[in-house]
């Protein structure tokens, strides 16, 4: 038998088999991508052909008898997005009805489609099936605590008052001078023995930990040493920046201001203060002659992070170490001794 004889069997059988499938109530459709893009019909189809193409697809799968369409151009059109332009549609058909072949009913099958739908069947029945299975599981398994439970009150009705050590009776237990407490023989096995301590139920949960932000200004608050020193570097005078810092702080903030470093505050005051002498730069990114890249405001402030806690990030050694890119002068003012490599 000629190939073309055989597959021509293989495909009306293929279409007969689509006489009773109805997949509208199933949303998707399978596209198997990789088949599509390496086929002659993806290589040589235009734009509005493989969209056209596209949209009779879609259709077909939603089609009774599924994978199907019927062979009437103004309902082809109107199926492709053509509506009623049946001539705009006719310049495209050919190619766009590429694989659709005659079949049952004098309607148009695609045969890949048809194989996708057995799939979306195959698929379908094992999903079903195993629904089935978890319902019939869920079923037998509430029967059996229904008859378990039948049988603990049957038993126990029955027992009036009779033997006590029978295991098919009840069982009683003493729980921290609460009483006795009946049960039924399911329970019986889950009371712990009254001679022993019970078991805490769970290790006490520790504190969750909180990440400290700061404080309020203390009363009387005075800056160290080294904020002091810094304050004079700028040509300001320390104690009324520090009452104007403090006045600033409990006046505009109302008092509820709260930081980790108030000193690094204050030096971050007197960058900005007005009266700051003349080509100083502040510990931002103002302006001034850069040492290794950075104004010395810019490394006193990074210095001061560091010396407060926080990871030196900057490139090159931490102050205090060798190889160190902060200018030695600016390492001393913060307690840093600095060490050379040479």
């Known amino acids: 038998m000629p190939e073309n004889k055989r597959q021509h069997d293989t495909d009306e059988d293929l279409f007969e088999a689509m006489a009773d499938v109805d997949l509208r109530d199933l949303a998707w459709m399978a596209l198997d991508t990789q088949r599509l893009l390496k086929s002659d019909f993806a290589i040589t189809a235009t734009g509005d052909e493989f969209r056209a193409a596209m949209f009779l697809w879609c259709e077909a799968w939603h089609q009774v008898p599924a994978a199907s369409l019927p062979d009437d151009d103004a309902v082809l059109a109107s199926l492709a997005g053509y509506g009623r332009a049946v001539g705009e549609w006719l310049k495209v058909r050919e190619k766009a009805l590429h694989g659709f072949m005659k079949g049952p009913g004098g309607r148009l099958y695609h045969p890949v489609i048809c194989e996708k739908v057995k799939e979306a069947l195959s698929f379908q029945s094992v999903t079903e099936s195993k629904r089935t299975l978890s319902r019939n599981s869920s079923r037998r398994y509430r029967e059996k605590l229904k008859r378990e439970a039948e049988a603990a009150a049957a038993g126990g009705n029955s027992a009036g008052g009779g033997d006590s050590a029978s295991p098919d009776r009840h069982a009683s237990a003493s729980r921290d001078g609460h009483g006795d407490v009946t049960v039924t023989p399911g329970d019986a096995l889950t009371i712990p ?150």
């Not at 210095?303 to 990030?313: A, E, L, S, T």
């Not at 600016?330 to 050379?340: H, K, Y």
């Open 193 to 342: 023995n009254p001679t022993e301590p019970s078991p805490p139920l769970s290790p006490p949960r520790k504190a969750r930990g909180r990440k400290t932000r700061g404080e309020e200004l203390p009363e009387g608050w005075k800056p160290d040493a080294e904020a002091v020193a810094y304050a004079r570097r700028l040509g300001l005078d320390p104690d009324r920046e520090v009452e104007k810092f403090t006045n600033h702080i409990r006046g505009a903030c109302g008092g509820r201001a709260i930081s980790p470093d108030w000193n690094g505050r204050f030096r971050s005051w007197c960058d900005k203060a007005p009266g700051r002498r003349e080509g100083a730069a502040p510990s931002g990114t103002g302006g001034g002659e850069r040492i290794n890249g950075r104004t010395e405001g810019m490394w006193r402030s990074l210095v001061g992070d560091f010396k407060n806690g926080k990871r030196w990030i900057w490139g090159g050694a931490a102050p205090g170490k060798p190889g160190c890119d902060v200018p030695p002068h600016i390492q001393r003012e913060f307690g840093f001794e600095p060490v050379t490599t040479h």
